[in-house]
């Protein structure tokens, strides 16, 4: 990437965010706790986070935004669930066992209606999960609950215009117009708009992302390295979204 490309900022935040994201996964590695202690399920979600962020990379680099897109809203879903397991600890916990027993009753039902010969071998299986009905969670309470509305906002507009088949989402694959220099600018100035918000989006996430979980295993270290990350980006952030810098609970 050139030194002059403006990208080079957004790049640039990308592997800071990597880099940190490494040195917490590696003390993440030295935790041990059991599967009931909210610091084990936040390893989950951070895993599940760094994952999601590789794949993010890979495909913004790739100029894949509508693809990446789709994994932004992976990766605002896992934030969502982190910054609420940090504020409410064992309560978001018994939420998730809640909606384990909701989600598998509501698979029983379709394996059921399709008659498939290992419908019993699986109720079986899942006996236990099954003697509830369970609760199912609710993205945009657990978004105020962990003070990060804004990202259940981006959760919204990324479900219509990327990951499900929409009006919106099905035009962007096939753009139609007229073939002449203004409907061309059209385009490109729609595919810098793209490039532009899905990294920050992504970068909202991961701030947030980071700054749960290493409260949540009480790494004081990363903790400040987000603080000082958050102030660092923040110039960049607000040079790249049009004068409106994204905010999450402790993210940009």
Request: with cysteine; proline share 2%.
């Amino acid at each position: 990437m050139a030194a002059n490309d403006p990208y080079t900022a957004l790049e640039a935040a990308l592997g800071d965010i990597a880099a940190i994201g490494n040195s917490l996964g590696d003390a993440s590695t030295n935790i041990r706790v059991t599967g009931d202690d909210p610091k084990f399920l936040s390893l989950a979600l951070f895993w599940r986070a760094c994952n999601h962020f590789q794949a993010f990379t890979m495909l913004w680099k790739a100029k894949l935004y509508i693809d990446a897109e789709i994994i932004v809203r992976s990766s605002i879903e896992t934030a969502i669930c982190l910054a609420n397991l940090n504020a409410r600890r064992m309560d978001f916990m018994n939420d998730l066992i809640a909606d384990l027993s909701h989600t598998m009753g509501g698979q029983m039902k379709m394996l059921r209606r399709g008659q498939f010969d290992f419908t019993d071998e699986v109720a079986a299986q899942w006996a236990e999960e099954l003697a509830s009905k369970g609760a199912r969670m609710d993205l945009e309470t657990l978004a105020k609950g962990g003070h990060v509305d804004n990202l259940y906002a981006f959760h919204r507009l990324l479900s219509a215009f990327a990951v499900h088949i929409t009006g919106m989402s099905v035009g962007r694959h096939c753009p139609f117009g007229d073939d002449d220099d203004g409907w061309s600018k059209t385009l490109e100035a729609t595919k810098e708009a793209d490039r532009r918000r899905s990294v920050l989006w992504m970068l909202t996430a991961m701030t947030a992302t980071l700054l749960a979980h290493a409260e949540i295993i009480d790494d004081k270290v990363h903790m400040d390295r987000m603080t000082a990350l958050l102030e660092k980006l923040k110039p960049v952030i607000e040079a790249f979204a049009d004068g409106q810098s994204p905010k999450a609970g402790g993210g940009l």
